[in-house]
């Protein structure tokens, strides 16, 4: 607890400044709703050996607008690659690797900001002829890491299931997932 502390408040020895505020023992004992699956990607982090290849799928709860391609409550999948030789020029091309076996056929990076990550990008996909963000991505920072015991790099990437699955099916809006419409069910069965 007092490494993590020490990297909230001013950066311990990850060598950045932290996010300088205080840390509060009872306030990250709080239960919230889950926001992303980077929690099980730590719990990986904090039991596993020097290298290793994490993924997970979880339900994550965000305060968001509904529009075409957000909802409040989805499925997110996330995965980290845990190697002493792991590159961000890796991370792209297993990322690449994955979409083109989901049949994804283009993909492109952008760059990005997320605040676990350095350097961050954005992983695009053309959807009814127009980019699309299906996850964000990137090595996970020194202070997400080390506070666990880890001193390789971490690659990570998180995604929603529901996005990606509007890539795979050519569905223009995220509510057609969850809508009862049998004979497109029946041919998205039948197509995949």
């Known amino acids: 607890m007092e ?15 932290g996010w300088r505020y205080q840390w509060s023992a009872e306030r990250a004992a709080q239960v ?12 990986a982090i904090a039991a ?3 290298t290793a290849e994490v993924f997970s799928i979880g339900r994550v709860f ?4 509904v529009d075409y391609k957000h ?24 990322l690449a690797k ?11 990076f952008k760059p990005d900001f997320f605040p676990y990550t350095e350097p ?11 980019w699309f963000e299906l996850a964000g991505a990137g090595v996970f920072r020194p202070e997400v890491t080390r506070p666990f015991g880890c001193t390789v790099p971490v690659l990570a990437w998180g995604g929603g299931l529901e996005r ?29």
């Open 120 to 130: 961050s990008v954005g992983v695009q996909v053309k959807l009814g002829g127009k």
């Open 48 to 50: 596993t050996a020097p």
């Open 98 to 108: 994955f979409y083109e076996r989901m049949g994804i056929g283009e993909v492109a």
């Open 71 to 94: 909802l409040p409550e989805f499925m997110q999948v996330d995965g980290i690659i845990i190697d002493e030789h792991a590159t961000f020029a890796a991370l792209l091309g297993t």
């Open 3 to 17: 490494r993590i502390q020490r990297t909230h408040e001013d950066g311990w020895e990850t060598g950045s400044r």
């Open 164 to 192: 990606l699955a509007m890539a795979v099916y050519n569905v223009a809006s995220i509510k057609e997932l969850y809508q009862s419409d049998l004979d497109w069910l029946k041919a998205a069965r039948l197509a995949s």
């Open 32 to 43: 919230v709703l889950r926001t992303h699956m980077t929690a099980s990607s730590i719990e």
């Open 62 to 65: 965000r305060r968001e607008a």
